[in-house]
């Protein structure tokens, strides 16, 4: 039987001229995550991330620095390896687009694309903008000024060397239709068949050392440098052997996948597909573009002052839960909102109440009852087959989901098998068997239970690489983890002693979450779908003939336009009764009625109004909102309401009386 091709898995190289924050941070962690998860089924692995070291903005970083930008570099590296280093990110190989190693095979691709005839030399004219290292056309630029800093353009004339990547449109967009998952997710690879439905302009792949002097320099004419892109997308091909070892290169390439993000999409499907058309080199199986963290629904950035550092959050929660949390709020290919917030609220929820919470009150009954030991016994339980197939259901979805990246589908229906196994605690309440003294039942109960903790420590373990194995030794087993492939329900051995069960995700307590259960929302469950967020478009990219396309994030970014806003139906409605939730502190079922239509729904606000206070109240709610069940109440919709200065809650209303079910826009 043939070996199946090592998982060879890549991160974009990450510009040595800042520090990287959160989003950066995201890619690697989905590396590493994709890295666990084919050797935990028994795959050889290759994982590469690096650093791309050349251009304007390091070469001005470093300056502005007073040092070179070797030094500046160098500098920077060593914060990205301490970076991964913190967040456990076991990467096998590191490239820099300084090392000889690139920087040969960087000459050795411009030799062989311009001896091929694929790169040409051509002397144009256009507006330049210094500091953005771009030309622009004279119609981009009416008031000769930069479109994107504003500063100043010169009109430049300048001779430069072209790679004809018009020369190769035709088949890239023909092995795009006839590789359909080469480009993922669907709606990315629909904007690249539109980027490519226009024609494909050359791309101008140096720079004249006059201008720049810091990059690799161009094999046939020294006079000039490689334009920064040719040279970082190289470093896929350079970091494992090309040309130099071809036997290894051959046991790697084709990557299995390029991990991105959405911003640099073309760059990687259209530049990088070309130049390995020309190179004669077979194109990577999958090139995914993720979404983008955003803040409070804009870009983060340095000049805005909202860049999340990863390692505060690690310092404050723990690598494991900063792990969890980014897989599983984000829809891997949507973009998500960051905020504190949704993190305390998602750790509380899945984390401690729903798997830390079941290991612990599991076993701390088991210690009580059965002096810790699980019996296999004889399974009579109903509900004994119906979780085993469950479970064996919830593998193999994982796996598909997993192979598919798609790391939030994976993390939500491991969470299904908890929810399940939770309610199986509830349902079969081991504290009466107990005391009717049911022994061979409640001994059902536990292993059911225990395997069940077994079983999703095997599925967390890619992102919850340090937790996953505490799960496994509170229950009284080794922590090294068999291939996930030979993973089957039952396989807890009978007599296996469970330790003490300490809580693996302690609840969290903070100042913040009072505030936030104050005002109802701690109560309610985390969104389960991760994608509440608008599912921004990726920047669009303008080639103009003289320059690559502008790679900078559009503004448009973080904003929605109106078609977006106009998917969440909100309408006027009026509240016909309200109760409170038995046993909870803020919430509210309330009755309303818009147009002909009734709703039930359920509010967090019942420390801020009594249920009699609002009958006749006109609200605004949010009509197409997912049915949710929260403490068990059905709620179809959301009613709107805002924080107050002193810690209150304002229901949202109209400023004159409207009629029920009209909509507000
Ligand atoms: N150097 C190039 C990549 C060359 S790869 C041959 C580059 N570097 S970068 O440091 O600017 O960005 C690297 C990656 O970080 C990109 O994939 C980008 O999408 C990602 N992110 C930057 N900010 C991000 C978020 N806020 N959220 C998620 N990812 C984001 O581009």
Same mark, same amino acid.
């Given at each position: 039987?043939?070996?199946?091709?090592?998982?060879?898995?890549?991160?974009?190289?990450?510009?040595?001229?800042?520090?990287?924050?959160?989003?950066?941070?995201?890619?690697?962690?989905?590396?590493?995550?994709?890295?666990?998860?084919?050797?935990?089924?028994?795959?050889?692995?290759?994982?590469?991330?690096?650093?791309?070291?050349?251009?304007?903005?390091?070469?001005?970083?470093?300056?502005?620095?007073?040092?070179?930008?070797?030094?500046?570099?160098?500098?920077?590296?060593?914060?990205?390896?301490?970076?991964?280093?913190?967040?456990?990110?076991?990467?096998?190989?590191?490239?820099?687009?300084?090392?000889?190693?690139?920087?040969?095979?960087?000459?050795?691709?411009?030799?062989?694309?311009?001896?091929?005839?694929?790169?040409?030399?051509?002397?144009?004219?256009?507006?330049?903008?210094?500091?953005?290292?771009?030309?622009?056309?004279?119609?981009?630029?009416?008031?000769?000024?930069?479109?994107?800093?504003?500063?100043?353009?010169?009109?430049?004339?300048?001779?430069?060397?072209?790679?004809?990547?018009?020369?190769?449109?035709?088949?890239?967009?023909?092995?795009?239709?006839? !590789?359909?998952?080469?480009?993922?997710?669907?709606?990315?690879?629909?904007?690249?068949?539109?980027?490519?439905?226009?024609?494909?302009?050359?791309?101008?792949?140096?720079?004249?050392?006059?201008?720049?002097?810091?990059?690799?320099?161009?094999?046939?004419?020294?006079?000039?440098?490689?334009?920064?892109?040719?040279?970082?997308?190289?470093?896929?091909?350079?970091?494992?052997?090309?040309?130099?070892? *071809?036997?290894?290169?051959?046991?790697?390439?084709?990557?299995?996948?390029?991990?991105?993000?959405?911003?640099?999409?073309?760059?990687?499907?259209?530049?990088?597909?070309? *130049?390995?058309?020309?190179?004669?080199?077979?194109?990577?199986?999958?090139?995914?573009? !993720?979404?983008?963290?955003?803040?409070?629904?804009?870009?983060?950035?340095?000049?805005?002052?909202?860049?999340?550092?990863?390692?505060?959050?690690?310092?404050?929660?723990?690598?494991?839960?900063?792990?969890?949390?980014?897989?599983?709020?984000?829809?891997?290919?949507?973009?998500?909102?960051?905020?504190?917030?949704?993190?305390?609220?998602?750790?509380?929820?899945?984390?401690?109440?729903?798997?830390?919470?079941?290991?612990?009150?599991?076993?701390?009954?088991?210690?009580?009852?059965?002096?810790?030991?699980?019996?296999?016994?004889?399974?009579?339980?109903?509900?004994?087959?119906?979780?085993?197939?469950?479970?064996?259901?919830?593998?193999?979805?994982?796996?598909?989901?997993?192979?598919?990246?798609?790391?939030?589908?994976?993390?939500?229906?491991?969470?299904?098998?908890?929810?399940?196994?939770?309610?199986?605690?509830?349902?079969?309440?081991?504290?009466?068997?107990?005391?009717?003294?049911?022994?061979?039942?409640?001994?059902?109960?536990?292993?059911?239970?225990?395997?069940?903790?077994?079983?999703?420590?095997?599925?967390?373990?890619?992102? *919850?690489? !340090?937790?996953?194995?505490?799960?496994?030794?509170?229950?009284?087993?080794?922590?090294?983890?068999?291939?996930?492939?030979?993973?089957?329900?039952?396989?807890?051995?009978?007599?296996?002693?469970?330790?003490?069960?300490?809580?693996?995700?302690?609840?969290?307590?903070?100042?913040?979450?009072?505030?936030?259960?104050?005002?109802?929302?701690?109560?309610?469950?985390?969104?389960?779908?991760?994608?509440?967020?608008?599912?921004?478009?990726?920047?669009?990219?303008?080639?103009?003939?003289?320059?690559?396309?502008?790679?900078?994030?559009?503004?448009?970014?973080?904003?929605?336009?109106?078609?977006?806003?106009?998917?969440?139906?909100?309408?006027?409605?009026?509240?016909?009764?309200?109760?409170?939730?038995?046993?909870?502190?803020?919430?509210?079922?309330?009755?309303?009625?818009?147009?002909?239509?009734?709703?039930?729904?359920?509010?967090?606000?019942?420390?801020?109004?009594?249920?009699?206070?609002?009958?006749?109240?006109?609200?605004? *709610?949010?009509?197409?909102?997912?049915?949710?069940?929260?403490?068990?109440?059905?709620?179809?919709?959301?009613?709107?309401?805002?924080?107050?200065?002193?810690?209150?809650?304002?229901?949202?209303?109209?400023?004159?009386?409207?009629?029920?079910?009209?909509?507000?826009?």
């Amino acid at each position: 039987m043939s070996q199946p091709k090592k998982f060879y898995i890549t991160t974009p190289i990450y510009y040595a001229n800042a520090e990287l924050h959160i989003g950066h941070a995201f890619t690697t962690l989905a590396a590493d995550t994709a890295t666990r998860f084919q050797k935990a089924m028994g795959r050889e692995t290759w994982f590469l991330t690096g650093s791309d070291e050349h251009g304007q903005k390091v070469e001005q970083a470093a300056k502005a620095k007073g040092i070179t930008p070797i030094q500046h570099t160098d500098q920077l590296v060593e914060k990205f390896k301490s970076l991964w280093t913190a967040l456990d990110i076991r990467y096998d190989d590191f490239i820099r687009t300084t090392e000889e190693r690139h920087r040969k095979t960087v000459q050795y691709v411009l030799t062989t694309l311009h001896e091929k005839g694929d790169i040409y030399s051509a002397t144009y004219t256009g507006w330049y903008c210094t500091p953005c290292e771009r030309f622009w056309t004279e119609k981009e630029v009416p008031e000769k000024v930069c479109p994107d800093c504003k500063r100043p353009v010169e009109e430049l004339e300048e001779k430069n060397y072209f790679f004809k990547m018009s020369k190769y449109q035709r088949t890239l967009i023909d092995y795009i239709n006839a !590789h359909p998952d080469f480009i993922r997710p669907e709606n990315r690879k629909n904007e690249v068949l539109g980027f490519l439905a226009k024609p494909l302009q050359d791309l101008c792949i140096s720079r004249p050392k006059k201008r720049l002097s810091w990059g690799i320099e161009v094999p046939f004419d020294p006079e000039y440098v490689t334009y920064v892109w040719v040279d970082a997308l190289t470093n896929y091909i350079s970091a494992i052997g090309y040309p130099s070892d *071809m036997e290894r290169f051959n046991k790697t390439w084709p990557a299995s996948c390029h991990l991105v993000g959405k911003d640099i999409l073309t760059t990687h499907a259209v530049y990088w597909s070309t *130049m390995l058309f020309a190179l004669g080199l077979p194109l990577p199986e999958i090139i995914f573009a !993720h979404g983008w963290w955003v803040i409070s629904g804009g870009k983060m950035s340095k000049s805005v002052g909202n860049v999340v550092n990863p390692l505060d959050l690690v310092g404050k929660y723990g690598i494991d839960a900063f792990r969890f949390f980014l897989f599983r709020e984000m829809a891997f290919g949507s973009d998500a909102a960051f905020s504190e917030d949704a993190f305390v609220i998602r750790y509380n929820a899945d984390l401690a109440n729903d798997f830390g919470n079941l290991s612990q009150r599991t076993l701390s009954m088991l210690l009580k009852r059965r002096d810790g030991v699980f019996h296999k016994g004889t399974a009579t339980l109903p509900q004994s087959r119906e979780i085993a197939d469950l479970a064996a259901a919830v593998k193999k979805d994982y796996i598909a989901s997993m192979e598919n990246f798609l790391f939030h589908e994976a993390l939500k229906r491991t969470w299904e098998l908890i929810s399940r196994l939770n309610k199986f605690v509830d349902e079969a309440a081991p504290w009466k068997l107990a005391k009717e003294e049911k022994w061979a039942e409640l001994d059902q109960v536990f292993y059911i239970v225990g395997e069940g903790i077994r079983f999703c420590a095997y599925l967390v373990q890619p992102f *919850m690489p !340090h937790t996953a194995p505490k799960f496994l030794e509170q229950i009284g087993l080794p922590t090294n983890f068999v291939p996930l492939k030979n993973l089957e329900w039952g396989q807890l051995p009978d007599g296996t002693k469970c330790k003490e069960a300490t809580p693996i995700f302690p609840r969290l307590d903070t100042p913040r979450i009072e505030t936030l259960k104050k005002a109802g929302k701690a109560e309610i469950q985390p969104p389960k779908e991760g994608a509440a967020h608008a599912n921004l478009p990726a920047p669009s990219s303008k080639p103009s003939p003289l320059s690559p396309p502008a790679l900078a994030p559009s503004a448009a970014d973080g904003i929605i336009n109106y078609d977006e806003f106009m998917k969440t139906h909100l309408c006027v409605a009026v509240v016909e009764s309200a109760e409170k939730i038995p046993e909870t502190d803020k919430l509210l079922k309330l009755i309303v009625r818009l147009g002909e239509e009734t709703r039930q729904l359920v509010a967090g606000i019942a420390l801020h109004y009594k249920p009699e206070d609002l009958i006749g109240k006109q609200v605004v *709610m949010v009509k197409n909102l997912k049915p949710a069940k929260i403490r068990g109440v059905e709620s179809h919709g959301m009613i709107l309401a805002a924080g107050t200065p002193d810690g209150g809650l304002a229901i949202v209303t109209t400023d004159r009386p409207s009629s029920p079910g009209i909509r507000v826009k």
